[in-house]
């Protein structure tokens, strides 16, 4: 599995080097991530009781993150997938949000729960949060994600449940991609370079 990055772009050098799995550190192992999710669906558990709950996933990082959470939670659940991309191709989050496929149902009155893979400047989830609040009066909003990049951040919102805190660093694996690649990872990964 390889994708192709040009890494070395800012000092003028244009160096194509293709990325392959050895090129891989695991940063947090599957066994870590599948435990972290257990206690975040022990917590919402605890939180919403036997409340409906209306979870929104925003594909397609939280893919995997989406699934194994739900399998934990106990309540009536509804689950719902919404579309938009920020990252393009490269490393850096381009700080605009493209709403890809945003149908949702009536969720007037409803107990919602955001589900992202990864909280990093903060302009999705604040995309998410102002759609949110624009089109529906729910009876409750929360936001969690898999890992919060908390030094990136360039627009002051945190989420309401967040399994690990990270550095500055581009990950992948678990649902995070590089171009595409790498979502299928059962671990957390990061480049090394
Ligand atoms: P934000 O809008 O800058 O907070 O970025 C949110 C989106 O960017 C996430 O939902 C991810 O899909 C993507 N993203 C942020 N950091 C990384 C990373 O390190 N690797 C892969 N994707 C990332
Ligand atoms: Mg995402």
């Known amino acids: 599995m390889h994708a192709c990055a040009n890494i070395k772009e800012d000092r003028g050098l244009k160096i194509q080097k293709m990325i392959t799995e050895q090129d891989l550190k695991v940063l947090i192992n599957a066994e870590d991530v599948q435990h972290a999710i257990a206690q975040m669906g022990q917590q919402l558990n605890d939180l919403y009781k036997n409340e409906e709950l209306y979870v929104i996933s925003v594909l397609k990082g939280s893919v995997m993150f989406t699934v194994d959470l739900v399998k934990h939670l106990k309540m009536p659940l509804n689950m719902n997938f919404i579309r938009l991309s920020s990252y393009g191709s490269g490393f850096k989050s381009t700080g605009k949000v493209n709403a890809v496929d945003i149908s949702l149902p009536d969720l007037n009155n409803k107990n919602v729960l955001i589900v992202e893979d990864i909280i990093d400047t903060g302009h999705t989830a604040k995309f998410l949060i102002d759609f949110m609040n624009l089109n529906f009066k729910t009876k409750s909003l929360k936001?969690?994600?898999?890992?919060?990049?908390?030094?990136?951040?360039?627009?002051?919102?945190q989420p309401d449940f967040y399994c690990f805190e990270i550095g500055n660093q581009f990950i992948v694996g678990y649902g995070l991609d590089y171009d595409g690649f790498y979502r299928n990872l059962p671990y957390i990964g990061y480049l090394e370079m």
């Open 143 to 157: 936001f969690c994600s898999l890992l919060d990049k908390r030094e990136t951040r360039k627009v002051d919102i």
